[in-house]
Every structure is written in C-alpha cells, then in structure tokens.
C-alpha cells in the first residue's frame, strides 16, 4: 500500500511561486509513474504534470515552462515546483502514483493524495 500526503499549497499572488510536495510511503516513488492533477471548483480533474520511472518528465500545455515536476529519493519525495502562477492556476491540486505506464489519464492512477489548495489573486 501506498500513501501519498500533499503539502505546500497556499494563497499567492499573480505572478508568484509555489512548491507543491508529495511524500511517498510505503514504497519508493521510482517503482511508480508520478503524476500532479488539478481540480478547479466545477471543473473535472485534468492532468498537470508527470515523471516516469526513467526520469522522463511531462507537461500539460497551460504549464509548460512555468512548472517543474521533478523527485528526490533521499526523501521518497515528489515536488511540482510553480512559477510565474497564474488565477487560471487556482485548484486543488493532487498527487498521484501509477503503477503502470500510462501518463496523463487520471482513471489509471492507483493511489491518491488527500489534495492541496492552490489559490492565485490576480
């Protein structure tokens, strides 16, 4: 089994930055295709950002070039590092791991965090 806790979320401004983190436990994130999902009120969940076993990463369109999804196994610990965020980005934002290969379809998931709120004045 395994858990997934969210944390770093919070109310910035236009502009500002976040670090999201998801602590893994149970076993390591690297037996596992990583992915954070948003959910904005009244809107179905949608893919954000993933990692792959390899290491690869991956990006909704909306966030290319402003969010950074990346892991660190000392601390079995996955991040989704946000720049330059924008109200569009308001939501909660999720954690999940996926025990096999599929990227960006949320149904395929295995495990889910509990979620974080991310909310951007403008």
């Given amino acids: 089994q395994v858990q997934l806790v969210e944390s770093g979320g919070g109310l ?3 502009g500002g930055s976040l670090r999201l983190s998801c602590a893994v436990s149970g ?3 690297r037996n596992y295709v990583m992915g954070w999902f948003r ?3 009244g809107k179905e969940r949608e893919f954000v950002a993933a990692i792959s076993r390899s290491v690869a990463t991956y990006y ?3 966030v290319k070039g ?3 999804i990346s892991g660190d196994n ?3 610990t996955v991040y989704l590092q946000m720049n330059s965020l924008k109200p569009e980005d308001t939501a909660v ?4 791991a996926n025990s096999g290969y599929a990227l ?3 149904r395929l998931y295995d495990y889910w965090g509990q979620g974080t709120q991310v909310t951007v004045s403008s």
């Fill in 12 to 14: 910035v401004q236009a």
């Fill in 27 to 29: 076993r390591t994130f």
């Fill in 39 to 41: 959910q904005a009120p």
């Fill in 60 to 62: 909704t369109d909306s």
């Fill in 66 to 68: 402003r969010f950074t």
């Fill in 74 to 76: 000392a601390k079995n």
């Fill in 93 to 96: 934002y999720y954690c999940a």
């Fill in 104 to 106: 960006y379809e949320r």
